[in-house]
C-alpha cells in the first residue's frame, strides 16, 4: 500500500477536484481517497478513478452538513486504511440557487441561512476531525487543513456585509485553532491549520469575480498547487494558525 493515504473532502469539482488530480500525479503513488456527496454523479472523480486505478483513487459518499453521513464516511474510510497524512475538508457554502445570498445589510439577514452557512462552514468541519482525526494521530507528521476565508478574520473586517458568512467561517477557524490545541496532546506532530486559497475561479466565486482584478483571480489548478506547496512547508509550531496561499498567516 502506498506511503501516503489523502482524504479529500469535497474532492468532485472545484478545488477539490484539482487537489486530487495533482496528488494522483505524485511521483510518489500516494492513494487518494475523495468524498463527494453523491459518488454516482462524480463523472469526473470516476474517468480519474478509471485512468490511475481503483488501489490509487477511492470514491466515498459524504455530506458535510449530516453528521450521520461523515460518521459513515469515517466507517468506511477505517475499513480501508488505519491511518492518514492528509484529511482536506473543501466544503463551503456562500450562496446556493434557493435564495441564500451574501447579506449586504442587516436586513438580509435570514435565520435559515445564518443555519445553513454555519452547519457547511463551521460545523461540518469541526464534525470532520472529530471523526476523522483518530487516523491522523499516529505519531508522525499529519495535516489536517480546512479551507478558509480572509473574510474570517475579524480584525481584517473593514467593509461588513456578508454576515452569515463572515461568522461562519470565523467560528471555523476557532474550531480549527481549538481542535489543534487538544489534537497537539495527543500526537506532537499533527498539524491542524485554516487555508485561505485566494479567489478562485469556482461555482462559489463566480459571481463576485467582477471585483477581482484579472492578475488575482487563481484557476483552480494554480490554486491547489498553491496550497500543497504550504501544507508541505508546515511545522508542527504553525497549528491553529490560518494561512492564506502563499504561506503568510492571517490574523484573527
Known sequence: MPANTYFIQ?????????????????????????????????????????EHGASRLEIVALDL??????????????????????LMICGGLLHDDNGMWPEKKLADVEPEHLA?????????????????????????????????????????NGLGGWYAY?????????????????????SKQLICIGLHPGTVNTGLSEPFQHNVPKKQLQDANTA???????????????????FDWAGKPIAP
Open 65 to 86: 452538513a449530516n453528521e450521520d453521513s461523515i460518521r459513515a464516511a469515517r466507517d468506511t474510510v477505517g475499513r480501508r486504511t488505519d491511518r492518514l497524512t492528509l
Open 116 to 156: 445553513r452557512a454555519f452547519a457547511v462552514n463551521a460545523s461540518g468541519p469541526l464534525l470532520m476531525i472529530k471523526h476523522f482525526h483518530d487516523l491522523l494521530c499516529h505519531g508522525e507528521r499529519a495535516v489536517i487543513a480546512s479551507l478558509s476565508a480572509r473574510v474570517g478574520s475579524i480584525s481584517d
Open 10 to 50: 469535497g474532492g468532485g469539482r472545484g478545488l477539490g477536484l484539482a487537489l486530487v488530480e495533482q496528488l494522483l500525479a505524485d511521483d510518489k503513488q500516494p492513494r487518494v481517497i475523495a468524498s463527494v456527496r453523491d459518488p454516482a454523479h462524480a463523472e469526473a472523480l470516476e474517468s480519474l478513478a478509471r
Open 166 to 186: 463572515r461568522a461562519s467561517k470565523a467560528a471555523q477557524n476557532q474550531f480549527t485553532r481549538t481542535a489543534a490545541i487538544e489534537l497537539r496532546r495527543r
Open 224 to 242: 491547489a498547487s498553491h496550497l500543497l506547496d504550504v501544507i508541505a512547508h508546515l511545522s508542527a509550531e504553525d497549528s491553529g494558525q490560518v
